[in-house]
């Protein structure tokens, strides 16, 4: 019986840990991806300036 109980903690523990390292990882790659938008935009904005565009 004990068995089963350790089986279900372990499953629940398993399932918070995939859920927070999900949003953990959803989290980092918005940033990543609001970071590389940012500089593509500002060496855009460079480049096009100095371009006479």
């Known amino acids: 019986m004990l068995y089963v109980?350790?089986?279900?903690i372990g499953f629940a523990v398993m399932?918070?840990?995939v859920?927070?390292?999900k949003l953990?990882?959803?989290a980092a790659l918005t940033?990543?991806?609001?970071?590389?938008g940012t500089i593509?935009?500002?060496m855009e904005g460079l480049?096009?300036?100095?371009?006479g565009r």
């Open 40 to 42: 593509a935009g500002v």
């Open 19 to 21: 859920s927070a390292l």
């Open 5 to 8: 109980i350790g089986f279900v």
């Open 31 to 36: 940033a990543v991806g609001v970071v590389i």
């Open 47 to 51: 480049l096009g300036s100095h371009d």
């Open 24 to 26: 953990i990882a959803g």
């Open 15 to 17: 399932f918070v840990l």
